[in-house]
């Protein structure tokens, strides 16, 4: 089985200010670990992806996500938060070893709000 | 990445009725999937559509209430049958990027807003 947990519903911070969002993890196998982001009635956009190699990922927008196999989290970052992004931001895993069944389990969700 | 076309974006039913939502994708794909996100929740897979066989459930939910229809390697419809409240939802149809379908991430639709009154 896979699982994936957003501890906080929401994240509040201040413009210009770092942002971390939570993610931990568990799977059977290695993980393949993803970021989406859901802005307000519109559909989920990819951010990043951590499959294998550097711990350190970097995606769109500025973001990037460590990956930390000892504690099973995979935290979303952003060096200087700006209020484009504020939104709802989803972790996602799936198991590296269902070859065949490429299903994803995403989390709760994390709504980050940038205050200006 | 691929770009996927879904219909309609947004559509308000009466109770009982259902309603096909379509999802077109700019390029062949081996797998699409159904998600549905009900407010305020996360996605939910409802189900895989693989061309040329039926699609594969997930656990609470059914063909007959979620039929699905995989005609070729780029389109696929869902229906909504006899649709509750309780049916209101963001379906969402997404694909695979990519060769490699374990590590490729999906591209998603930009989602069909239901409201059954």
């Known amino acids: 089985a896979q699982s994936v947990a957003q501890p906080e519903d929401q994240v509040n911070v201040a413009e210009g200010n770092p942002l971390t969002v939570k993610c931990t993890y568990s799977?059977?196998?290695?993980?393949?670990l993803f970021w989406y982001v859901q802005y307000p009635n519109r559909g989920l956009q990819f951010l990043l992806k951590?499959?294998?190699?550097?711990?350190l990922v970097k995606g769109s927008y500025g973001f990037e996500a460590e990956f930390n196999k000892s504690q099973t989290s995979f935290h979303l970052k952003k060096p200087s938060a700006l209020v484009s992004d504020s939104a709802l931001y989803f972790c996602?895993?799936?198991?590296?070893?269902?070859?065949?069944?490429?299903?994803?389990?995403f989390g709760t969700g994390t709504r980050l709000t940038i205050i200006p | 990445s691929a770009v996927i076309s879904q219909k309609p974006s947004r559509d308000i039913c009466q109770r009982g009725t259902s309603l096909t939502i379509q999802c077109q994708v700019d390029?062949?794909?081996?797998?699409m999937f159904w998600y549905r996100q009900q407010p305020g929740q996360s996605l939910t897979l409802i189900a895989t559509?693989?061309?040329?066989?039926?699609?594969?459930?997930e656990s609470g939910f059914v063909i007959d209430k979620f039929p699905i229809s995989r005609p070729n390697l780029t389109f696929s419809t869902l229906t909504v049958s006899n649709m509750s409240p309780e049916d209101s939802s963001i379906y969402l149809c997404?694909?695979?990027?990519?060769?490699?379908?374990?590590?490729?991430?999906?591209?998603f639709g930009e989602g069909s807003r239901l409201t059954v009154l």
């Open positions: 390029s062949q794909v081996t797998m």
């Open positions: 997404s694909v695979v990027g990519g060769r490699v379908l374990n590590t490729g991430e999906l591209f």
């Open positions: 951590y499959i294998t190699g550097d711990n």
């Open positions: 559509a693989n061309q040329g066989s039926e699609a594969t459930y």
């Open positions: 996602a895993v799936r198991d590296a070893s269902n070859f065949g069944n490429e299903k994803l389990t």
């Open positions: 799977v059977s196998g290695n993980p393949y």
